[in-house]
C-alpha cells in the first residue's frame, strides 16, 4: 500500500496572519478529499494552539475545494479564509473561454507563459 502525504507551506505574513498554502502529494487522486480534510483540521489545530488569534488564509489546489472543507472553513469556530483552484470543466471553460483565448495569443507573440487574470459569480 503506498503512502501517501499532504504538505503544508505556512508563512508569517503580518504579526496576525498566517498563509498555508496545501498540496497533495502530487497525484491528484493520491489522497482523498476525507484524508486532506483531515490534514487541514491538524495543522489548523496546531496553528491555533500556538497562536490562537492569528488569520489562515488557505490555498489550495482543485483537490481541496470541496464542500465540506469550504463549509468547515467558514464555520464560526474555524474562521478560516481559502483560496482553492478549480479544476477544469465546460461550464468553467465556457466563463474564462475570452481569457483562456487572451492567454493563448500572449504565449504566442512572447513565447513565454502566459496568465490572464479575471472575476466572476456563479
Known amino acids: 500500500m503506498a503512502t501517501t502525504t499532504a ?8 504579526s ?4 498555508c ?5 502530487g497525484r491528484p ?22 497562536w490562537p488569534d492569528v488569520k489562515i488564509v488557505l490555498r ?3 483537490g481541496f475545494c470541496r464542500e465540506e472543507l ?3 472553513c467558514e464555520s464560526a469556530d474555524n474562521h478560516v479564509d481559502f483560496l482553492f483552484g478549480l479544476a477544469r470543466n465546460s461550464r468553467l471553460q465556457k466563463i474564462v473561454g475570452k481569457q483562456m483565448h487572451e492567454a493563448k495569443l500572449l504565449h504566442a507573440e512572447t ?12
Request: aromatic share 8%.
Open 7 to 14: 504538505t503544508a507551506t505556512c508563512r508569517c505574513i503580518s
Open 16 to 19: 496576525q496572519a498566517i498563509n
Open 21 to 25: 498554502c496545501a498540496r497533495g502529494s
Open 29 to 50: 487522486t493520491s489522497m482523498g478529499p476525507r484524508a486532506r480534510f483531515g490534514e487541514v483540521k491538524r495543522i489548523v489545530a496546531q496553528l491555533r494552539t500556538k
Open 60 to 62: 489550495g489546489d482543485s
Open 70 to 72: 469550504m463549509a468547515w
Open 111 to 122: 513565447g513565454k507563459a502566459a496568465r490572464v487574470f479575471t472575476e466572476f459569480r456563479l
